[in-house]
């Protein structure tokens, strides 16, 4: 995967905190700033086209059914 260098200035105070937040999150500088910028300028996330008609309505097999689920514990009431 091909990817771009991308050079920008930003104030000293700004670099600061960066750093200690990329020091936090355990990752590089550089990596941080790049998780940063796929957040926040990345593709956003959608449904992929026809997802809901591919899905829903798909279930080829016997009926679903759901199990008895038994009856409920008795419990004391409050006091």
Same mark, same amino acid.
């Given at each position: 995967?091909?990817?771009? *260098?991308?050079?920008?200035?930003? &104030? !000293?105070?700004?670099?600061?905190?960066?750093?200690?937040?990329?020091?936090?999150?355990?990752? =590089?500088? =550089?990596?941080?700033?790049?998780?940063?910028?796929? =957040?926040?300028? %990345?593709? &956003?996330?959608?449904?992929?086209? %026809?997802?809901?008609?591919?899905?829903?309505? %798909?279930? *080829?097999?016997?009926?679903?059914?759901?199990? &008895? *689920?038994? !009856?409920?514990?008795?419990?004391? %009431?409050?006091?």
């Amino acid at each position: 995967m091909l990817m771009a *260098q991308l050079h920008f200035y930003v &104030p !000293d105070e700004i670099e600061r905190r960066l750093r200690e937040r990329a020091n936090k999150a355990g990752v =590089s500088l =550089s990596r941080y700033l790049a998780e940063l910028v796929k =957040s926040q300028a %990345g593709e &956003p996330e959608e449904w992929p086209e %026809g997802y809901f008609e591919q899905v829903f309505g %798909g279930w *080829q097999g016997e009926r679903l059914e759901r199990a &008895p *689920q038994g !009856d409920y514990e008795t419990r004391r %009431g409050l006091e």
